[in-house]
């Protein structure tokens, strides 16, 4: 009986330690190559979201003017701030930059949506940032004007004004 066992384990078919060993850093390498393509996604997640939030701001600035006749003066866009008149709420809450802010080409300091509008109150500058190019937006500091949310660069400073006024990040 003892003969027997012994010519079993003999004969036992397995995989060897090197085999084991090559399939755990195959298996390594694609979980880091999943982390890396995730990280990527949700890059391109956030600079998605960031031209909604610029679009969405526009449109209710848009439906302000066509009540009031001109932008408003100031916007909070640190979060809690609204676009109403005394009437009529056209934005309930401005969106925040989604975090973290300093994505691919957005340097250190943008914080939320910088708002700046002219002496008249008849035109506006949005300030936003996205991290790589989307579509027809250049990576970085952009201005959202009543033109277009593509509708000019930062000035040779990097700033997004209008008649003077610099929409800053806040």
Known sequence: MEKKFKKELKNSKGFTLIELLVVIAI????????VV???????????????????????ALEMYYSSVG??????????GGEIATSSQVYMAEIPQNPTPVTDGACETGVGNYGYAVDTNRANYVITYCVGSQTNDISA??????????????????????VDGNSATYQ
């Not at 393509?37 to 449109?59: F, G, M, N």
């Open 27 to 34: 298996i390594g390498l694609l979980a880091t190559m999943s």
């Open 70 to 79: 001109e932008y408003p003066a100031t916007l909070d866009t640190n979060g």
């Open 140 to 161: 970085g500091t952009n201005c959202a004007t009543p033109a277009g949310i593509a509708a000019t660069s930062t000035n040779a400073s990097g700033v997004c004004a």
């Open 37 to 59: 393509a995730l990280s990527s996604a949700r890059e391109k997640a956030r600079d998605s979201r960031r031209l909604s939030d610029v679009k969405q701001i526009q449109t």
